[in-house]
DNA sequence: TTGAAAGCGCTAACAC
DNA sequence: GTGTTAGCGCTTTCAA
């Protein structure tokens, strides 16, 4: 459009383009400090605004990172992305955002269009999906990404083989799950129910599997959306048809709010007569009453790592953080009681 | 980088950049259909990716729309991001967020930062400054952003003068908080103390206005971080120095929650012996024990509307949507006790 | 120290 | 229908 460019810049100024350039490129080429003056003058004057895809075109580098994420207004996820423009920030980057909706079938087709995008760091923070087909195409499509000299970061997405070329933030959902049953066991709740998202997700799966490994396959498991409505359902649900179970535990914090809510709403004491856990930890579990026992996740430190990963990526080589869940104790757990 | 472009297709195919340009980006142009196959199979092979940068730099359209926050994991924005997300994706555009950590300062700075990335649309959702200086350079800049045939939409930021040519999504501050503070005084209250954030932004003194508006020079303001540690650490100083409050109101959701804490962890009965208030209306207000009396901002709506409005603003004329806050009272307000 | 010019990947006239 | 070519705005050789 209208835009001032360069062009624009060095006619005002009565310099050539490569001068202008210069002056406002930050090159350190020396350049003598009257036309520097000028340059700069007129670019102040007309707010000259340097167009990034032309920059972009020339370097081969964006200064953009591109973020896959299952819904922004997630806690679990916004956290994580906090994390990322913490460090992003600070290094000049732009952070750009898409939603998967938990449609792990839309992977493929946001990866290909952050890649036209030319992002030089590609986070993949939504769960993957269990199936190797779809696993496949991926790795093929971030394959090319990082032939290309760009940089990928997984973020806790172990189905992806373990030789390629991506950084990673793990974090073991199955040994979190098992943290949070051995813990209810502990307590002595034989009778569990699990409120799950869907458990085509690996992130899921993982956990499900984690809550089996300990508590065998008397296992009550309710899928449910991921959400606070979901276990508000689901837990109605469990309370009607499974009235033995002692505890609750949901695949997410959110869950677990809703299933609160449904037992406060049944008059059901917690955790008197049934406990509840959550999982990864989000800024609110701490203030329901009673205090949700649930697996920490450092949600914002993990995006912190992946960005600076994604960074260090781009210098070459590639590495892993691993993450410690930790199980964190609160109100919402106590012994079988009954 | 060695990254196929168009050219490497249309050697591959046997055709010319035009004719594999036609075909590939989706150009209603005829082409015939052998040639047309061979050029999609070729791109198909090769895992061919436009190149958005090239694309923009011609069309003078990113496809993409910037968005200025207080903080991404706030869930006030995040709420609003993620309407943001819910039309962008329909509309095939790309979310970048930017946070100002809330140092309107910073503003300028990302707005330059963003138009250099050609951004389409830019949605200011942090709140602004009461400070001429500041909105002065603020409007130079958007203005110039406009009058490049670009879109800009404004949330709640009334600074911004009437005549400026962008759409508003707004809401009004001050007239909410009117609403929670008529409430606690049909309630009985008049020792009433607001948890604040920062006053210096205009949202925040809209809010502390409104409050002032129906309790008067009485009001004890007590400014805090905009988070649940800040509100936690104010209410301990409202119960020390102001022992006759007989309600606490914050100025967000989160600062409520640490109010809310506090009291709890003082014995202090909420409602019977303090009302408390929040802003917003977060997801989660609704889970705390007593749930929030607090005013509802509907985010995610609004930011639908934002990006609604964006798009349309493209399309030449801008408009304006102004959201009702609606007042919902919970249980953490009752009536005077003591 | 400065300027002219090539070219990043792509689209849109314009010719054939 | 298809191909050639001129740029979009910028950086960076290469000459001067």
Same mark, same amino acid.
């Given at each position: 459009?209208?835009?001032? +460019? !360069? ?19 930050? %090159? ?11 340059? !700069? ?9 340097? +167009?990034? +895809? ?16 299952? &819904?922004?207004? &997630? ?11 913490? $460090? ?20 493929? &087709?946001? $990866? =290909? ?6 992002? &030089? ?15 496949? %195409? ?17 973020? /806790? ?40 998202? +869907? %458990? ?15 508590? /065998?396959? %008397? ?8 959400? =606070?409505? /979901? ?12 009235? =033995?179970?002692? #505890?609750?535990?949901?695949? #997410?914090?959110?869950? #677990? ?69 930790? !199980? ?11």
């Amino acid at each position: 459009m209208g835009s001032v +460019n !360069l062009k624009t810049i060095a006619e005002k100024a009565g310099v050539s383009l490569a001068t202008a350039s210069r002056v406002l490129s930050g %090159s350190d080429y020396p350049v003598k400090d009257e036309l520097r003056e000028r340059v !700069l003058q007129v670019a102040q004057e007309l707010d000259y605004v340097p +167009n990034a +895809n032309a920059r972009g075109l020339l370097r081969g580098r964006s200064q953009t990172v591109g973020v896959l994420v299952g &819904d922004v207004s &997630d806690p679990f996820f916004s956290g994580m992305i906090g994390g990322i423009h913490d $460090v992003a920030g600070k290094a000049g980057y732009m952070v750009t955002t898409v939603n998967t909706y938990r449609e792990p079938g839309a992977e493929l &087709d946001i $990866v =290909r269009r952050l890649r036209a995008q030319r992002v &030089d760091i590609l986070i993949l923070a939504a769960s993957g999906l269990a199936d190797p087909i779809h696993t496949e %195409s991926m790795q093929r499509s971030l394959r090319a990404f990082v032939e290309d000299g760009k940089s990928v970061v997984l973020i /806790g997405r172990h189905e992806v083989a373990g030789d390629f070329p991506a950084s990673r933030v793990e974090f073991d959902n199955r040994l979190a799950a098992r943290e949070v049953a051995e813990h209810l066991q502990g307590l002595g709740h034989r009778e569990v129910a699990v409120v799950a998202g +869907n %458990s085509r997700l690996l992130s899921i799966a993982d956990r499900v599997a984690g809550f089996r490994d300990v508590l /065998g396959e %008397s296992l009550v498991v309710v899928e449910a959306e991921p959400t =606070r409505d /979901g276990g508000y359902e689901a837990c109605g649900a469990i309370l009607d048809d499974h009235p =033995r179970v002692t #505890a609750i535990a949901a695949t #997410a914090d959110q869950m #677990a709010f809703g299933v609160l809510a449904r037992l406060r709403e049944r008059g059901v004491q917690v955790p008197g007569q049934v406990s509840v856990t959550g999982f990864n930890d989000i800024a609110f579990a701490v203030d329901t009453v009673p205090a949700l026992t649930t697996a920490h996740l450092p949600l914002r430190e993990m995006g912190r790592s992946a960005m600076e990963l994604g960074l260090r990526g781009l210098e070459g080589g590639h590495d892993r953080v691993d993450t410690k869940p930790q !199980l964190v104790v609160r109100g919402s757990t106590g012994p079988v009681g009954r």
